[in-house]
Every structure is written in C-alpha cells, then in structure tokens.
C-alpha cells in the first residue's frame, strides 16, 4: 500500500461521515447533545436571523471564531434545525488536522506508515471525532494548532518567511477559538525573536525585530479580543468574569486533598481517552532525544504542541475550570492528543528501529488500534465526549425539544421570550422550526431585564417549572411588580409552561399566570 495523504484522506472522510450518519440515526439530535453545541449554533444564525442581527452577537466569553465559521451552514435551514450544520465544519477541520499531523510526523520519522498511523491515532480517536461532529469549537482549534505546528517546522527548517507568516496567522485565528491557544502567541513571538537574534548578522534572513514583527501577528487575536470587549462591555477583560469558574472540588469538605482529586481525574481522563499504550510509546521521544541529542527544532514542536495541554492542566489545578470523575469536562484533555500524535510517532520510529521482530511490532500497533475499539465496546472505558454530552439527554431537554415543535402552531408574527435554564431556550428555538427573530431570550436578571418590562411584542412568555436561583429571582421580581398581570396560562408542558399575555386576550377557564408564579411555578 502506498502511504499517500490522500488515502488517509479517504479513510478519515470515510470513517467520520459513518460516525455522523450512525449516530443521527441513532438520536437526531445526538449532535445537539452539548448545551454549548445548540447555544453555538443557535449564536451563529443570530447574526443574520434574529432580533438583534448583526456583529452585536459576537458577545463576549466565547471566542468569535467557531461561531463565525458556523455562519454559512446555520444560514441554511435544513442543515440548521436538524442541527447538522456543525459536523459540515468540523469534519473538514478535522481531515485536515489529520493531513497536517502526517505531513509533521513523515518530515519527522522519514516513515510514512508510522505518519499515517500517527494520523489516525488523532483523527479517528471516537472522542476528538464526536467533538468533530458537533457546533462546539475544537475542531477549528485541532486545525488551526496543527497547522501552525506545520508551518513551525517548515520555517525551522527552511528561514522561510512565509512559513513564519503562516505559523503566526494560524496561531492567531486558534486564539480566537480556544482560550488555550493564546499561550501558543508569546510563544512565537519568542521564537521568532531569538531565531532572529541569532541569525541577524546574516544578510539572506530577516534581523531580529523583523522576525519579531512578523511573529508579533500571533498576538493580534488576543489584542482583538481585548478591545472588543473594552469598547463594547466597556472592561477589556469582561469574558473573564464569565469564563472563569472555580472547580466545586475546592470547596467540598470531604476532600483533604482536592489537587490530588483534580491530578487522579484527569490522569484518568487522559489514560481513557488515548490509552495507556499511546501514552507509553510517547515517553519514546525522550530517550531519542537523550541519546542521539535533540534536535532543536523537533523540540521547540513539541513544546509547541505540549502548551496548550499545559495550559488546560494549570488551570485544573488552580481551579479556574472543572472536571470530574463523570466525565464531565473531559473534552479539555483533547489538545494533549496532538502531542502525543507526534510524540507517539516518534517514540514509535525509535521503537521500530531496534525491534525488528515482526510479531513485537504488529503487536504494538494493535495495541495502539485496539483502544478505539474498547471505547466504543466497553461501556466501562466509553467515549468520554459522548457521555459527557450525553448527560444533558434528561427530562428537561425532551420537553423543551417538544415544547419547541409545539410552539409550531401558536400566531405567526408575535414574539416569544423564553425564561429557561441552560441550553435549553436554544434547543426550544431549533425544534421549533421558527424564525429566530421570534425568540427573545432572557437569561439571567440583570438591571436591564429586572427593571423594563417585557416588550410589548412578546405575546408568549415560556417559564421553565424549575427555575434556577437567578431565574426565580427575576420571576419574583416581575410578579412584584405586577409584569405578568395581564398574562395567563396556555399551555402547561412537562416542566414547562407557556404564557400567553395582552389585554385583549380574554382566556376563560384559565388559571392566572401571576397565581402559580407567586408560589415559585412549583
């Protein structure tokens, strides 16, 4: 067989477009399954169909990227209320990941065969390639970071300016995608620098500040981010407040050792997700590089790839995210994969080349393949991404996917807020098959919303029956203040009920919404 890029190609569209097709017939809304995933998608059609359309729906906390990438697809309505518009992004990411990490891994080992297994170790991982198929935001990052690490090693290797260029581009626009990223921009900048400083006094390369320069673009999405949020939040690190959370692990009095907890979780979720056996062969990498000598550019590639990981592992153990022992959060440790597709192809090659018995070589490559297949036929090990996602699959999200087909039928030009919980107003909107520029969400009650009245276009009003604290808050406060006096009950489903208000509407025989509201919806 000849280890062609395009054969991997074939074999990564092949493999995920099965895995897409399976698990929509499985569940058509099984790529939804993340709240993020139907928040994400719905973010995207918001820029043009919504209340509010236009560039204001870039927001802040989320990076603008994946949403923006999104557009195109969540545009057309078939791929939007089916909610497959994700997977018509990701999976390009994705195979181009693929082809980026085999081109790295051959220019490395000199082996095609290990690039390609190297590839597919990554690509055809059932967790990277669920996340692949959903509207969330890492396989954009996946791409954007195996391309900059491309394009790393070719500038490395060759002083071509156009592979810098390329590399601080790519870093740039992965920063504007995953928090994770911006550790990837000083990084370059870096770099770029002391190969500048270096090579300065010779006249065929760049001096030191115009390397520097030229790696100083990496930055620019970072800098972007920030003014965004000074000109329009007004605090040039509005996302923070939002995006940072402390892990619940550090405030459970029944944990004397909660960074030990957070170490032992996610050594687990790592050892799920790429195996012991990935994980082994990777430590290869370090006895070549101690015997033979590093080669520096190989390094600073892997210290490339290894910062984003390291990033997400810091901020684990300074508890800014959460992760748990349920799977919850586990997509973080995605990034490491694209460090140990490379460290693994080394240590692989380094392996190969003092064992030359076929049998201890077809064994460990079957042991490297083998892992695939015990995540998605041991329910014990599992995909981890996919029953993290699966876990919002409960009671609240079938009634608001049903809610939403049933809010297919009320008045055609009136608008609709939706006070829900968590994923579950954007969920409400897709199964509806309604314009977006119906919906008004309200989602928690800040001065805005506790002091003005709902709009007067909003004839519908949907109530989640179990509403958070910051949710019961602002239904007190609208009860208090006589909002909901002239909205009455018009439907009551599952955990939700649907509001139907104005003066003219004369609704005998139906309960007053103001009623249930004053005893909390209960």
Known sequence: MAWKWYWLALVLVIVICTAGLVLYR????????????????????EFMDSQHPGLSNI????LPLPQLLLIPFASISALFYSGIAGAFVGIPYLVGTGLLLFATIRRITHSRPIAFLGACLFALNPNVVYMALTPMSEAALFFFVALAGYALLRWLETDSVKWLSLCAVAVMLATLCRYEAWVLAPFIVLVS???GSRSGKESRRLPTIGMAAIGSIALSGIAFWLIWNAVVYGNALEFLHWSASIS????????????????????????????????LISTGVFF???????????VLLLIFFALPPLFIFFALMTGRIYMDQWWWNWRFVLTLGLFLS?????????????VRSTATRATVIAGLLAMPVIQLAVPEVGVATFNDAA???????????????QLRSIDGRSSIALLTGYGQAERIMISSGLPLKRF????????????????PSDRYVVVEDDLTPKSQELIDNWVSRGRLRNYEILLEYGRYILLEGGETFAMKGRKPAHSKARSGFR
């Open 26 to 45: 499985f569940d058509n809304r099984s790529l939804l399954y993340f709240g993020d995933a139907a928040s994400r998608l719905v973010k995207a059609r």
């Open 59 to 62: 927001g802040t906390v989320w």
């Open 193 to 195: 620098a002391s190969k």
């Open 248 to 279: 619940p692990v550090f405030f459970s009095p029944s944990l004397k050792h909660p960074l030990l907890a957070n170490l032992i979780t996610y050594s687990r979720a790592v050892s799920s997700i790429f195996g012991p056996v990935l994980l």
């Open 288 to 298: 070549r590089f101690r015997r033979k000598g590093a080669e520096r550019k190989h």
């Open 342 to 354: 490379v460290a693994g192809a080394i240590g692989l090659a380094e392996l190969f080349s003092t």
């Open 391 to 405: 876990k919002s699959r409960f009671d609240m999200t079938q009634y608001s996917t049903a809610l939403g087909e």
């Open 440 to 455: 008004h969400i309200i989602c928690y009650p800040d001065k805005r919303d506790s002091l003005e009245p709902l709009s």
